[in-house]
């Protein structure tokens, strides 16, 4: 191969490379990684046996946390 072509390649994808480094950063900067809803909606299409199945465990954990003694 002739160094021009690895010349030509090595640019290429340094170059394509600071295009997708941009972009992410960009993407970060803006907010699109932030799932503000995320508990929201996992409740929302979560099934009725699901959320009683939830709040029973939290039950017994406050009830654990009521009982505890530490010796």
Same mark, same amino acid.
């Given at each position: 191969?002739?160094?021009?072509?690895?010349?030509?390649? #090595?640019? =290429?994808?340094? &170059?394509? +490379?600071?295009?997708? $480094?941009?972009?992410? *950063?960009?993407?970060?900067?803006?907010?699109?990684?932030?799932?503000?809803?995320?508990? #929201?909606? =996992?409740?929302? &299409?979560? +099934?009725?046996?699901? $959320?009683?199945?939830? *709040?029973?465990?939290?039950?017994?954990?406050?009830?654990?946390?009521?009982?505890?003694?530490?010796?």
């Amino acid at each position: 191969m002739d160094n021009w072509v690895i010349a030509m390649m #090595l640019g =290429a994808s340094i &170059f394509l +490379g600071a295009i997708a $480094l941009f972009a992410f *950063l960009w993407a970060i900067k803006n907010g699109q990684f932030d799932d503000e809803e995320k508990f #929201l909606n =996992a409740a929302k &299409f979560d +099934g009725e046996e699901e $959320l009683n199945d939830a *709040l029973k465990q939290e039950q017994k954990k406050e009830a654990l946390k009521k009982n505890y003694r530490p010796e």
